[in-house]
């Protein structure tokens, strides 16, 4: 597709339910990268996958959080047991590595936990 | 050593005047300097980019400065429009080693230009 792809754009779940985020990258792009967007502050790191290389998880707050990338394209972020404190815009990006640092953004997944 | 630090968090500007935002790094691996703009329900998009080894670029009125020895950085919006009303976040990141290609920003700055 022309751009990042993201959904859904807004999840409501209970507390204790698992969720999933999806993000489809543009095509082509061999590196996906996942934020998390707090209401009013910065981008906080989560996980990056690069090609077929292993994943930086360095980011992940929790052993709740997990991401998969299939195929080298879709990329899956799961969250089990959601505690409210997981309320914020997730955010998705793709870069072509090589002669091209800039990111493409999504528009987020708006994630509610209630 | 990871940090960005952003000021001011919010700034508010009159129409035509001049936008000016700063950020500090601390690691000095770091090579790639972008800033983003971010509008309401969006996610960010790359505005503008520098590399060390120039000390300013500039593209139509949005022009970074890059003080090395300072490591400091800053962004000047000349001509301020309604429109460039939108957060703005700096960022940094290294080409080489641990943690490469991935970028760490700053905390953001919530531009209001007024008419």
């Known amino acids: 597709g022309a751009g990042v792809s993201q959904s859904p754009s807004n999840k409501v779940t209970e507390k204790g339910k698992d969720v999933e985020l999806r993000c489809d990258p543009i095509?082509?792009?061999?590196?996906l990268y996942w934020y998390r967007q707090s209401l009013g502050q910065g981008l906080e790191f989560l996980i990056y996958?690069?090609?077929?290389?292993?994943?930086?998880k360095s980011g992940l707050p929790s052993d709740r959080f997990s991401a998969e990338r299939t195929g080298g394209s879709v990329s899956t972020l799961t969250i089990q047991r959601t505690q409210q404190e997981d309320s914020a815009v997730y955010l998705c990006?793709?870069?072509?590595?090589?002669?091209?640092?800039?990111?493409?953004f999504g528009s987020g997944t708006r994630l509610t936990v209630v | 050593q990871q940090q960005v630090k952003q000021s001011p968090q919010s700034l508010i500007v009159q129409k035509g005047g001049i936008s000016i935002i700063n950020c500090a790094y601390e690691?000095?691996?770091?090579?790639?300097f972008p800033w983003y703009q971010q509008f309401p329900g969006k996610g960010p998009a790359l505005l503008i980019a520098i590399r060390p080894d120039v000390s300013e670029k500039k593209e139509g009125r949005f022009t970074i400065s890059f003080n090395k020895s300072a490591k400091q950085f800053s962004l000047h919006i000349m001509d301020s429009q309604p429109g460039d009303s939108a957060t703005y976040f700096c960022a940094a990141s290294r080409s080489r080693g641990q943690g490469a290609q991935k970028l760490v920003f700053g905390q953001g700055t919530r531009l209001t230009i007024n008419p």
């Open positions: 095509s082509g792009h061999t590196a």
């Open positions: 690691n000095t691996a770091f090579d790639y």
């Open positions: 996958f690069q090609g077929n290389s292993a994943p930086d």
């Open positions: 990006a793709s870069s072509l590595i090589w002669g091209n640092y800039g990111y493409t």
